[in-house]
C-alpha cells in the first residue's frame, strides 16, 4: 500500500508520500507548497521521528511559487535527521541556453542544491527529468525500494516552452515584484446553489492549458512493486503531455491507478475529458484552498472561494465514472459546496473532506481502494 498525506499547503502541493518495501518504511515529499505553508510542513516534521526523516526522493515539480516555496525553507534550514538521496527539480542546468532560469525562488533553489551539494537529479545523470519526444522509446521508469516511478511528463517541448517564453516571465516579475499574477477568476464567479449550475453542459467546456510554468511540471505514475497499487502524481501538467504519455503506457485501452492527483488544484484547463477517457480511475485528490490572492508575502493567500476548484474540472470528474470520489485537503466554499448530499445523489458522486476543525488529508491506497489513514498513535 501507498499512504499519501496532503498536508494543508494552502493553494499549492505538498505531498507527503510513505510505503513500505517489505524491509522498511520509505518516504517520498513532492512539493512544498507556498512560503505561507511551510509551517504545515515543519509541524509534519515535528511528528516524525528523528531517525525517519531520511527520503528516497524530493521532487519540485516545477518553479511555481505554490510548489517550490515551502521547499526552499526545508533545504535552507534542513530539520534535525532530514536527508534525501535524490531531488527532482529541472532548473537552470536542464534548460538549454543553460542561462535563462532567473525566477527568483527558482534561483534560489538551484543555489541551495548546488551549495550543498545535495543530489540533484541523480536518477538522470543530472540532466533534465523529462520524457523523450520519440513516442517509439519507452517512458523512463526509476526504481525506488518498493516503487516504481513512470514519467509521464514533462516533454522536451515544455520545457523549450519555458525557455522561449522566459522574457515574457522576466518582464511579468518586474512589474509583479516576485509574485505571480492571480488565477483567473472561476468565470461563473463564487459557488450559487447547486440547482443553478449546468453540470453536464461545464464538463462539455473544456480549452486546454497553455502556460509554460505548468508544461515543465513533473509528473509520474507510482507503483507499488508489492501489492500493485498506483497514485498518480500530476504537478500542474498540460492533460495533452498526460494523455500523450498515458497511451504509451497502455495503447490498447485505459491506464488503471488507483487514486489521481488532479492536476493544477481542480483547474478547468488541466483535467481533460480525453485525460479522463485514458485512466481507469474513480478516485480524485483535490489539493486547494481555493487560491485567492491578496496582497502582502505573509497573506499572499487567502482561504475562501477562489478559482479552485473550478466547476468545469469537477463536473468532468464526477460525471466521467460512476460514482466517483473525491477527497480534498481543505474545507473551503469552493470545496464543500461538493458536501451537498442531495447533489452527490442526483449526479452520483462522493466527497470527502479532513475532520471539521482540521485541514489536511492522509489516505491509504491499496489495489482499488483508498481510505482515509488511520490517525498517528
Not at 492522509?362 to 482499488?368: D, K
Amino acid at each position: 500500500m501507498i499512504t499519501v498525506e496532503a498536508l494543508p499547503a494552502r493553494a499549492g502541493d505538498c505531498l507527503w508520500v510513505e510505503w513500505d518495501d517489505g524491509t522498511r518504511r520509505r518516504r517520498m515529499l513532492i512539493d512544498g507548497g507556498t512560503v505561507g505553508a511551510a509551517p504545515a510542513l515543519a509541524e509534519r516534521f515535528a511528528r516524525q521521528p528523528v531517525g525517519r526523516r531520511d527520503f528516497e526522493l524530493v521532487v519540485c515539480t516545477h518553479l511555481d511559487d505554490d510548489h517550490i516555496g515551502g521547499l526552499l525553507g526545508l533545504l535552507t534550514s534542513p530539520p534535525e535527521g532530514f536527508s534525501t538521496r535524490d531531488v527532482w527539480f529541472n532548473g537552470h542546468h536542464q534548460l538549454l541556453p543553460r542561462d535563462l532560469l532567473g525566477l527568483p525562488k527558482a534561483e534560489k533553489l538551484t543555489a541551495l542544491l548546488a551549495r550543498a551539494e545535495t543530489p540533484w537529479n541523480t536518477a538522470t545523470g543530472g540532466e533534465a527529468v523529462v520524457v523523450p519526444t520519440d513516442e517509439a522509446e519507452p517512458l523512463p521508469v526509476t526504481e525506488l525500494p518498493g516503487l516504481r516511478l513512470t514519467l509521464l511528463s514533462p516533454t522536451w517541448d515544455g520545457l523549450r516552452a519555458l525557455r522561449d517564453d522566459w522574457d515574457a516571465w522576466k518582464a511579468e516579475q518586474r512589474r509583479k515584484a516576485g509574485e505571480e499574477p492571480a488565477a483567473p477568476p472561476d468565470l461563473l464567479g463564487p459557488p450559487r446553489p447547486a440547482v443553478e449550475i449546468p453540470w453536464r453542459r461545464l464538463a462539455l467546456d473544456y480549452s486546454p492549458d497553455r502556460a509554460p510554468r505548468n508544461g515543465s511540471s513533473i509528473a509520474f505514475c507510482a507503483e507499488h512493486t508489492g501489492d500493485g497499487s498506483r497514485v498518480l502524481f500530476t504537478g500542474d501538467a498540460h492533460a495533452e503531455v498526460l494523455v500523450t504519455s498515458l497511451r504509451r503506457l497502455a495503447p490498447d485501452g485505459r491506464h488503471r491507478v488507483d487514486l489521481c492527483k488532479v492536476a493544477h488544484h481542480g483547474s478547468a484547463h488541466n483535467t481533460s475529458p480525453e485525460l479522463l477517457r485514458a485512466l481507469d480511475c474513480d478516485q480524485w485528490l483535490i489539493t486547494t484552498d481555493g487560491g485567492h490572492r491578496v496582497r502582502g508575502e505573509e497573506a499572499k493567500y487567502r482561504p475562501g472561494e477562489g478559482s479552485h476548484p473550478s466547476l468545469r474540472a469537477m463536473a468532468r470528474l464526477i460525471l466521467g465514472a460512476r460514482w466517483p470520489t473525491l477527497w480534498f485537503n481543505h474545507r473551503v466554499p469552493s470545496t464543500e459546496r461538493y458536501e451537498d448530499g442531495f447533489l452527490q445523489h442526483r449526479l452520483g458522486f462522493r466527497a470527502q473532506y479532513p475532520p471539521r476543525g482540521t485541514q489536511g488529508i492522509s489516505l491509504v491506497v491499496g489495489p482499488g481502494t483508498v481510505t482515509h489513514a488511520p490517525p498517528p498513535r
